[in-house]
């Protein structure tokens, strides 16, 4: 796969819709091979995601917010596709960000991020979370390392998205990101919010990442081939999963704005986002 690198910054509006915004990310095909030293990171509270060649073939893709380069933004890898996409009508082609290859598609009109299948292990509800939520929580399960995700599903009658949660008794607590789940009876499969205080990043608005997750979750719970789900955050988001033999695939609406700034890299190697 041939791709011009350019410094052109490409900003997308991630799992929205008519009625939410969903998330949004800054996306830079830059020339040479992305740094490691973490210079090179995000501006104006943005995520920015950097996409360069890979070695094997397809693309690196490397996302930060502030100085924080970030694990696994789904969102942001979703963002990343739709330029690669955009720019090369490439149906199926590979993206690797870390250690984590991801198989890209599109079907449907959309395109799907296919990760490897993650587990997610019941436990018993933590004692902090019972003494921070309003509510009687009804499960918890966690998946990752200490620093990855701690599931905890609500009744389904909980006002999720109304709800103001201690931000200060996560951090206290736990190195995992926080995922509160609920059932639903209308057009979604579930509902979520998604806080990591820990990590400069009280809630997101809509969380790809966090929907990987959620999907094996609820496969637990209620198996189904596929799940479609609302993020109760402010600006609210819809997100799409697919169960695949040995892959979990993500999916939702992507936009591409028109290029309106450029980037570059001084002589020091610090970020510079420039308006056209």
């Known amino acids: 796969m041939e791709l011009q690198a350019d410094n052109a910054v490409y900003h997308a509006s991630v799992f929205g819709d008519a009625l939410r915004k969903g998330s949004t990310a800054c996306v830079v095909f830059r020339p040479g091979p992305l740094p490691v ?55 199926r082609f590979s993206m690797y960000s870390g250690d984590t290859e991801l198989r890209v598609y599109r079907q449907d009109q959309q395109l799907w991020l296919a990760f490897l299948r993650r587990s997610v292990t019941t436990i018993v509800v933590p004692r ?26 609500v009744p389904e009658d909980f006002d999720l998205a109304t709800w103001r949660p201690n931000f200060d008794h996560i951090t206290a607590n736990t190195q995992r990101a926080v995922i509160l789940t609920q059932a639903d009876s209308g057009e979604f499969d579930f509902r979520l919010r998604y806080f990591a205080p820990q990590y400069g990043n009280n809630e ?14 609820w496969h637990l719970i209620k198996p189904r081939a596929q799940y479609k789900a609302l993020q109760c955050s402010s600006s609210g988001g819809v997100l799409k999963a697919r169960v695949l033999p040995g892959h979990l695939a993500i999916s939702g609406e992507v936009t591409i704005h028109p290029v309106t700034t450029s980037f570059s890299c001084d002589k020091n190697n610090k970020t510079k986002v420039c308006s056209s």
């Open 37 to 91: 030293d973490n210079k090179q990171t995000a501006i104006d509270g943005d995520v920015y995601c950097f996409l360069a060649p890979h070695h094997s073939g397809g693309f690196d893709v490397s996302c930060y917010q502030g100085q924080q380069r970030i694990q696994c933004c789904g969102h942001g890898l979703l963002a990343a596709a739709q330029v690669i996409h955009s720019r090369t009508a490439d149906n």
């Open 128 to 153: 902090w979370v019972v003494d921070w939520l309003p509510a009687v929580p009804l499960r918890a399960a966690i998946a990752g390392a200490e620093d990855g995700y701690l599931i905890v599903e």
């Open 204 to 217: 997101d608005a809509a969380t790809g990442s966090g929907m990987r997750v959620l999907a094996e979750y």
